[in-house]
């Protein structure tokens, strides 16, 4: 039932775009801002503990639903409300729309929109336009593909709804943390509020990075992907938990792409590697469901 609520919910996601702006759940940006004045300047294990707290309490309701409705009327029930959970979690943005926006604005030579959904993919302003935005964005269009889609499907598969439900939070109370130590110029304090989001989102991410990344590798330039693999393995040692994740990400999804690119025109090498990088998202989605239907289907043989 969860394989086939998954690709129900993949099949609507794509043809409900217009409607699912709701799921950007704005009303979770008050609930982090009330929390982080509460804790304002503190750190330490209190703070861990308040974290966990406040990943929880959205989550338990969901949880509690999906094991109430369980087995009623042959779990149909459970069915649609699985689906209904994934629509929702999924996101918070549709990242395919994303990209061709962005592909827009660049074929348009429109220099300010193509920076304005370049910091929509990348979660703040690119540094400069050029090459260094356009590896910037081609990075965050493989990071973003774990956050949206990837990790939810892994926890869904893993938990069921509330454990799609749960990586979605995690990443939404992240991504609140981030923007608003950005807008103040604050700078993230060790064990404080925002790093210790930003660690549990790394720890819930850290599987499905790896299988991700792995899928990025199969639909595209194995050999370089694995070699930069490598590289991001010497280089784990450096930054926390969700950093290494993205960065291998990052490093892989690249490599996967890179012999793709060597016959294009210089001109046309933005456009081509965002087109590029989501082309290697789609194929690994669809390794990804092949890759869950062999084991659902083996699972249920034995």
């Known amino acids: 039932m969860s394989l086939l609520a998954l690709l129900f919910a993949l099949v609507c996601e794509r043809g409900l775009t217009q409607l699912l702006h709701l799921r950007e759940w704005r009303w979770l940006d008050p609930y982090f801002d009330w929390a982080d004045r509460a804790l304002a300047g503190r750190t330490g294990v209190p703070v861990v503990l308040a974290a966990i707290v406040l990943l929880a309490l959205p989550v338990l309701p969901v949880m509690a639903v999906a094991y109430w409705l369980g087995p009623q009327l042959l779990g149909l029930l459970q069915f649609a409300f699985s689906v209904f959970v994934l629509l929702f979690a999924f996101g918070p943005r549709d990242l395919k729309d994303e990209v061709d926006d962005y592909v827009a604005a660049l074929e348009r030579h429109d220099r300010d929109e193509a920076l304005r959904r370049g910091k929509e993919l990348l979660e703040s302003s690119p540094s400069v336009y050029g090459l260094g935005a356009r590896e910037a964005v081609e990075e965050a269009i493989f990071i973003q593909a774990n956050n949206r889609i990837f990790g939810v499907i892994f926890w869904f598969m893993v938990l069921g ?5 749960a990586y979605r939070v995690s990443d939404m109370l992240r991504r609140r943390s981030a923007f608003e130590a950005a807008r103040q110029g604050l700078k993230r304090e060790r064990r404080d509020l925002g790093s210790v989001l930003a660690f549990l989102h790394g720890v819930m991410a850290w599987v499905p990075a790896r299988l991700t990344a792995l899928a990025y590798a199969l639909a595209g330039s194995f050999e370089d992907a694995v070699g930069n693999w490598r590289s991001a393995v010497d280089r784990a040692a450096a930054g926390g938990v969700l950093d290494r994740a993205e960065d291998l990400l990052a490093r892989v999804g690249k490599g996967s792409l890179q012999p793709s690119l060597a016959s294009v025109a210089p001109e046309h090498f933005d456009v081509a590697t965002a ?12 390794i990804w469901v092949a890759a869950i239907a062999l084991l659902v289907i083996t699972g249920a043989a034995v």
């Open 161 to 165: 709804p509330g454990g799609a439900w």
């Open 275 to 286: 087109r590029g990088a989501w082309r290697i998202v789609q194929r690994a989605l669809w």
